[in-house]
């Protein structure tokens, strides 16, 4: 079955300090991937969505990145992180064929940035 | 630009009662789908409609879908304590994206 681990589960950053959040997918081949940030009480913004190694869309112009350098693994970067960037972070995968797949998502990251 | 959402804001029931949400979209769908998050955690997928399709079914779960109204309702019969999260809806966006609603949060009263 596939599984999707995202870590770190919780983490506090000073503002202007880097930042790497990694997502993997284990289960399954070529899937499209997704980061998502959430702020308290709201809905999902997509913030980049990957179709395949390499290949990034970016949705949210900002001070953030994303890298896919393996088939299931997806990362999530800042130089110099804002406050702004708080909140908590997505990662999903759906199968990589299709319009409107079910996304399946990992337990996410809190980011606290002070 | 495309994007559901959810009415009410926030539901609270007492266990056993039914609870209905519902969702608005603006453009054309070729399907749309509900997710629920507890507290903390991801997103579950929960169902997906087609747009060709008025009524599905999942256990407790039933969902319409109107696209003459572009709106969709989420009913949870005899709902459970362990029902209480956020409910989204969520429509496709484009491509592969899937824009996602504001939420209906539901507390379940034991």
């Known amino acids: 079955s596939q599984t999707i681990h995202q870590w770190p589960a919780t983490l506090v950053q000073p503002v202007g300090s880097p930042l790497s959040l990694e997502c993997t997918v284990e289960?399954?081949?070529?899937?499209?991937l997704y980061w998502y940030r959430q702020a308290a009480g709201r809905g999902l913004q997509l913030l980049f969505y990957s179709v395949g190694i390499g290949q990034i869309s970016s949705e949210v112009p900002q001070n953030l990145s994303a890298s896919r350098p393996q088939d299931r693994q997806f990362i999530l970067s800042s130089k110099k992180l804002l406050l702004s960037d708080s909140g908590f972070y997505l990662c999903?995968?759906?199968?990589?064929?299709?319009?409107?797949?079910?996304?399946?998502f990992g337990d996410g990251t809190r980011l606290s940035i002070l | 630009s495309q994007q559901g959402e959810e009415d009410p804001q926030a539901l609270s029931i007492q266990e056993g009662e039914n609870a209905t949400m519902n969702c608005s979209y603006k453009?054309?769908?070729?399907?749309l789908q509900w997710y629920r998050q507890n507290s903390g955690r991801g997103l579950v997928h929960l169902i997906l409609i087609r747009s060709n399709e008025r009524e599905k079914h999942s256990g407790r779960l039933r969902v319409t879908l109107d696209t003459s109204k572009k709106s969709s309702s989420l009913l949870i019969t005899a709902s459970r304590a362990a029902d209480t999260a956020s409910y989204f809806c969520?429509?496709?966006?484009?491509?592969?994206?899937?824009?996602f609603g504001a939420g209906t949060r539901l507390f379940v009263k034991a």
């Open positions: 289960g399954t081949s070529n899937p499209n």
């Open positions: 453009t054309s769908i070729n399907n």
């Open positions: 969520a429509t496709d966006g484009g491509g592969f994206k899937t824009i």
């Open positions: 999903a995968w759906s199968v990589e064929s299709g319009v409107g797949q079910p996304q399946h």
